[in-house]
């Protein structure tokens, strides 16, 4: 039932982008210095785009600026968590050697036993 609505919501969404690009086809002239700075550089890069790929492609680049920002803020997060992981690891290894690894079922009770015993007969 979710994956239904899923479905209709990004439906929805697509008729919307595409009925939003179809009113949009208007060529607008994208150019990279204003006119005064232009003139001053004398040099100016500009090109004739639809202006639905001017407006998605600026929500695009938005959401992509925004992604790497997260994902540079939340790095101390990841390389805590590693570190963590890391220690973890370190301490199972460790308590595995202390038990005295994953085949040995000696009990201590059992061993201090044995020497009892290997005293009384000699």
Do not use: C
């Not at 479905?7 to 006119?35: D, F, G, K, Q």
């Not at 968590?81 to 690891?89: I, N, Y």
């Amino acid at each position: 039932m979710l994956r239904i609505i899923r479905y209709l919501i990004l439906a929805v969404i697509v008729a919307v982008l595409v009925i939003v690009s179809m009113a949009n086809r208007e060529m607008v002239v994208l150019t990279a210095l204003p006119t005064g700075l232009a003139e001053v550089a004398a040099w100016n890069a500009s090109v004739e785009l639809p202006l639905f790929l001017v407006a998605l492609g600026g929500v695009a680049v938005g959401l992509l600026v925004g992604f790497f920002l997260e994902w540079m803020r939340e790095s101390k997060h990841r390389s805590e968590v590693a570190k963590r992981q890391k220690q973890v690891r370190a301490l199972n290894r460790e308590v595995t050697r202390l038990r005295g690894g994953p085949n040995d079922t000696s009990d201590e009770v059992l061993a201090i036993l044995d020497q009892s015993a290997a005293r009384k007969a000699s």
